[in-house]
């Protein structure tokens, strides 16, 4: 995380103010490798812009050179999306206004130092995105300068070999701290890099997933203080479990659990990949060819899953809120809401102690008058040094360039421009002024948010889902494990070896399809 909070918002201030102003000036002979016509960045926002120790001036990596008012088109995902689709590049109705403002000062910041103009193409459907891509390609048309898909659909792009290695583009510097380094290293294979995310994807942090508690039913029922556990590296599953316990009761007054009473741990089905994860295990593991092997069957990823199995399966302490004709899901359809509007309400109510969700629930709880702060997934036990945080691959979107863009080098300066260019605007307008500011009330909070940014794992089976067709197919690497998490029964081992041949002969046809694109 860059800087405190006062910096970080004062950062985004001189950004916006430069730009009013007009200040263009060259930013001196020691920086002459800055585009002539790019802002003058103060001293106090260059040396921030990465983490190396050396100051980073804006832009000085990039070529001191203009593109005569080129637009630049980027390829996002569209309104049908909803909830997921793109408020990355350009502003957005349904985005926070200090967004909105954040992503134009970054624009204006891009498209002066260059010379362009920043234009997007929102898809109108699933599948449109990779339509598009494939039918470009196939008819020899360029329309598109930069595609920001699902990662899903960027590996299935990467597997047609229809898009750069970006290792390959001088012009895009995954060495540096704009671009996630753990997407640098998770999604890799062989050695390249196909896509990644960073400081430009919103949508990455949006589903990054984390655990919500209310703190006011951690004082009235005289529980640990949560954040001094993580702190002291005492978050653990058997701890979640320990307070969960202390909670969970029938206070609704009628029969059976309904989304009235009272949990300790609400979770969803797919927080369970998440919660493997956070044990410090993963699906799969890279070889010392940077290729994948499985990794999600071992001693201890028996032993990690068995405690999860125990808590999610302990009624005295888990709710399932997804569950088909479960108590919760049932009784919240019956009043009209969504089992995740439930989950949020039961949160904010003191219904609900902790809550398996993502960013962007965090940012719906928000508009709650409650007292709530956030964790990260729990460790397996004390013993684990680092806390891990799933980002849930599904929807979560990266850069990417394909073969047939009509410059090559524009489309790389400009990826890399709005990536280094959103870390001290877009990055921190999110963090600071929409999670930190408005919507989690405390600095422990906050502290839990670096954790959590600084833990992201991008597990390569879960974007590939080996063996069935998404995470959500009981046939596939991780929709294995969550349907059995929920069913009742712990036959983990003998599910895994209904699967693991379909799984293992998907992956190596992964593997294979990299290889012949060398």
Known sequence: MKGTLTKSFCRVLCLALLLVIGLLSACGAENAETPSDAPDVPDSVASDVTSSEEAFVLFSNLPN???????????????????????????????????QEAIKARNDLVEEAFGVTIKEVRTESGGDLVNRIRNGMAAGTSEYDIVMPYMADAARLAQEGILYDLRTLENIHLDQSYYDQGSVRDLSIAGKNYFVTGDVSLLTWDVTHVLEFNKDMVKEYGLENPYDLVESGKWTIDKLREM??????????LPGMSYLDTYGFLVNRNFVSSMFIGCGQRFSVKNEDDEPELAVYSTAGTAVFDKIFDLVNDQKASGLIDLDGGGFASSAVDAGKTVWQAADEATANKRALFHAASLRGILG???????????????????QDEYFCRVSTLYATCITIPLNVRDVELSSVIADAMMQASTDTVREAYIDVIMKKRKIQDSESEKMLDIIFESCVYDFGSIYNWGGSSEYDIRSITGFMNDVAFSGVNDFTSRWESIASAVQTAMEDTIDTYRNLS
Not at 76 to 99: F, H, M, R, T, W
Not at 244 to 253: F, I, K, L, N
Not at 365 to 383: Q, R, S, T, V
């Open 65 to 99: 050179k203009t593109f005569d008012g080129e637009e630049v088109t980027f390829l996002v995902e569209g309104d049908y999306q909803l909830s997921y689709a793109s408020v990355e590049i350009l502003p957005n109705d349904v985005s926070d206004s200090g967004l």
């Open 244 to 253: 969960a316990r202390q909670v969970t009761e029938d206070t609704d007054g």
């Open 365 to 383: 709880l928000g508009e709650y008058d409650c007292n709530f702060g956030i964790l990260p997934a729990p460790k397996y036990d004390e013993a």
